[in-house]
């Protein structure tokens, strides 16, 4: 897996490198520390500190990388490196040395998991252990396949996994009434119904990777359901698809990637296909 660890010098981008590397460490087949200068009067300083105190951190534990810096907008080139090194994973903070926490409220980090044709790690928070992680999927091979990231890295940090599926609020104001709807995990998959096949999958594929799982079925709108067991779970990463689509749906799980983003205050994982 290609790493690109991106920083702007501030103390949220270091949290976020340190983060990454626990997530991935042993995953890593190549690393690159990217640091970006806009236009602040000390930010080359500033970078320049910053790379050297990741190395500092990198040169013990024996991890090749290679350091480099762009100049421009933020997003537009850590976009362009991610392309042009062909990463599998981006991982980023808030970079907060501007007040970029417009970062999280439709700004880079939008645009980042917007555009980025890797995956992408945001690291918020003060999240420092990687012990519980949560895996939302809505179903069908692309959800079991960020199960299957999910529980690649949980395998790597010795961490459990919660599979989690919110049944659509929406969905109950069907003119056909399925009781299902607001059934329980455990009720799915002994009377093997859609969702149940697709969280027996899911635990399946956990069990592969030699992961402790656990499933859990929430009932309501998908974000503030994503968002109360995030909270409620005490989870260290929070892990959802963001995979390519056409048309009305790419926007539609965009906007649901984006709002999750808004209203989670713990490092996210997007997965944008395989990892």
Aim: include cysteine.
């Amino acid at each position: 897996m290609k790493i690109l660890l991106c920083t702007d010098g501030s103390t949220d981008a270091t949290r976020a490198a340190r983060f990454g590397l626990r997530l991935a460490r042993r995953g890593v087949d190549s690393l690159q520390v990217l640091g970006v200068i806009e236009d602040h009067e000390d930010a080359a300083r500033l970078i320049q500190n910053a790379l050297q105190a990741l190395g500092a951190e990198l040169d013990p534990i024996g991890l090749e990388y290679n350091t480099k810096t762009r100049h421009g907008h933020a997003a537009e080139q850590i976009l362009d490196e991610a392309v042009d090194w062909q990463a599998d994973l981006i991982v980023i903070g808030q970079l907060g040395r501007r007040g970029l926490t417009r970062f999280i409220m439709g700004g880079t980090a939008t645009r980042i998991v917007q555009y980025a044709r890797c995956s992408v790690l945001l690291v918020k928070g003060q999240r420092s252990a990687l012990q519980k992680i949560l895996v939302c999927t809505a179903g069908g091979e692309p959800g079991l396949r960020d199960v299957e990231v999910a529980g690649r890295v949980a395998a790597q940090a010795q961490a459990n996994v919660t599979v989690l599926h919110v049944m659509s609020q929406v969905a109950l104001t069907e003119k056909t009434y399925r009781p299902d709807l607001e059934a329980p995990a455990n009720d799915l998959m002994a009377r093997h119904t859609r969702e149940g096949q697709h969280l027996a999958a899911a635990l399946n594929a956990l069990k592969s990777a030699g992961v402790s799982g656990a499933v859990k079925v929430r009932h309501g709108l998908v974000v503030d359901e994503i968002a109360v067991e995030a909270r409620d779970g005490d989870y260290d990463l929070l892990v959802i698809g963001a995979h390519l689509a056409h048309g009305l749906s790419r926007w539609l799980l965009d906007d649901v990637t984006a709002h999750v983003l808004e209203e989670t205050q713990l490092p996210v994982l997007v997965v944008r296909g395989e990892l």
